[in-house]
């Protein structure tokens, strides 16, 4: 089992900057995949960032890339979400999710790979 817990979440101002974290729990989190995704009102939930179990290898949405960078501190077990030159189409409330133990540095885009989620948090972009 286990959980995840978003923080850092909140508004800017378009060009600004965010550090999202995600606090997790359990024994396994070193052994996991890690990624990012975020759902805006009447959108569906989509892929942002994610990283492998290793932090060897990342994989980034086109439409965060160079802007986005994801991190992971597995002795912490925390991974985290830097946002910078942030948009107003990136507002949405964003999810951490954890993959299933798997051990390979690919990184799913579909959430159908993802075992476990945060219950998000939001972030406001305003032009």
């Known amino acids: 089992q286990v959980q995840l817990v978003e923080s850092g979440g909140g508004s800017v101002q378009a060009g600004g900057s965010l550090r999202l974290s995600c606090a997790a729990s359990?024994?396994?989190?070193?052994?996991?995949?890690m990624a990012w995704f975020r759902q805006a009102p009447g959108q569906e939930r989509e892929f942002v960032v994610g990283i492998s179990w290793n932090g060897v290898r990342s994989d980034y949405a086109d439409s965060v890339k160079g802007r986005f960078t994801i991190a992971r501190d597995n002795g912490k077990e925390m991974v985290y979400l830097q946002m910078n030159s942030l948009k107003p189409e990136d507002t949405a409330v964003y999810y951490c999710?954890?993959?299933?133990?798997?051990?390979?540095?690919?990184?799913?885009?579909?959430?159908?790979?993802?075992?476990?989620w945060g219950q998000g948090t939001q972030v406001t972009v305003s032009s």
């Open positions: 999710a954890a993959d299933y133990i798997r051990y390979s540095e690919s990184v799913p885009r579909g959430d159908y790979a993802y075992e476990y």
């Open positions: 359990g024994s396994t989190f070193s052994r996991r995949g």
